[in-house]
């Protein structure tokens, strides 16, 4: 009995050997440069796994809580609108760089980042339905990443995912037309295995789609006045000033306990009392955020990840996962000059809004936002089932770990198909996983055979599934190629919860 013990305790430790040996070579394997640029983190090839902490979290709860910051408030940050390199009406040119820089976050010395056209985040890259573009990239940093543009529906070879890695010092330029309706999205790396630190440590920009019809409504539009993009991220900062990614990571998710937005501590802005636009966009590598109104108000959503819900929704609180984006209306008309009201994530303040100034004239929400078109009869459709599985090291999609050389899904092009994407619990209770799909907007059919919140009803590319649940998802390719799918805990994709479907 003993000697048995003994055999199957030299097993999982075997098992565990070969993981962590795996996780090595595949960030040695891409990571190798011969650069001269320093990274903001020792880049020795191997992962920053610390102390292999945080073998999970239960359902969606934050394992880091965020503390309020001591500091005085400070006006918002926000991302540049890049200059186009050429525009016409049909075409749009532009230049996106990654590059390591220094940022300075709080008083005292600067902390050491990468960013797109700067040194840390990236700008607004502004396209419009039906127009050609052209982005010239570049990799001046001493790793290899990609591009990935996340909620954009292009062919594969240009999507930017692990098989499109920019080696460092290199370059290359994407082409696509701009095929969907206005929305916001969001572009960020995609390297196999490096994913996690390297948006923790800047590397995160931001995609306008407009076009006619979001020209035509009547809502707030003036950049920086009444219309604010908020990209969300927890960091936890070392003695120095430092992103502390090595020795907070966890492989269920790295949390930080100082919340930035758009790079900035304990925001403010400054209004009228009118109706104030906020895109949010959950940057985090796992936190899953809650917000709300400190006073409790009813606020607006307009749009998911994928463009404008049918109608406005009114919202006392709303749930954003790794990788989500929302667009809400806060509406400060009954507030006067000198009042403050704060965007809540449960007792920690994520934006105050001063009114600076009053106005009169206030206008309503469009009562009609989109069309949606109404999904197929789910019993003429092909039905794939995923089940997402496991924490930690052992994180699985169908009890498989991500192979670049490997196909695990195939799909015709233009046809529409079930996704049936349950998110297995097990003895420890389970973990959210927020699943995100390659090249498509789809559609949320279900939760657990139930009609999904109005808030789910518009076009998604990334749904929070719970321990337990299963979500029926209809999707369509409209390009062709080899997409990913995966878990948007950032850690989780490194690691491997990671999938691939093959479009022709």
Known sequence: MRKRTT???ALVFAVALLIVASVYLFSNMFNRNDSQVTMPYQNTGQA??????????????????LVDAATAMTKLKLPEMLAADSETATEITYTVTAQVGETAFKAGGKTRTIGYNGSYLGPVLMVREGQTVHINIGNQLSEATSFHWHGLKVPSDVDGGPHSAVAPNGTAQVDFTVKQEAATLWFHPHALGTTARQIYYGLAGLIYIEDEHSDSLDLPKDYGVNDFPLVLQDRTFDADNQFDYAHTYSADGTFGDTLLVNGTINPYIEVKNEKIRLRLVNGSNARNYRFSLNDQATFYQIASDGGFLESPVAMAALALSPGERAEIVVDMSLHQKGDTLKLMDGSATVLALKVTEEITGQTSLPEQLNTIPEAEDAAQLEVKRFTLSGMGFMVAINGKQFDMDRIDVEQDLNKK???????????????????????????VLSRNGAA?????????????????????????FPEKGVFMYHCHILEHEDIGMMGQVSVE
């Open 7 to 9: 055999m199957i305790a």
């Open 48 to 65: 920053d796994v610390g102390g292999f902490s945080g073998m999970g979290h239960m359902g969606g709860t934050n394992t880091v809580k």
């Open 417 to 443: 198909v079930i996704w049936e994407v349950y998110n297995a619990p097990d003895m420890m209770g389970g973990m959210l996983h927020p699943f995100h799909v390659h090249g498509v907007q789809f559609k």
């Open 452 to 476: 999904p919140p109005l808030n789910e009803q518009g076009w998604k590319d990334t749904i929070a599934i719970n321990p337990g649940e299963t979500v029926r998802l209809e999707i369509e």
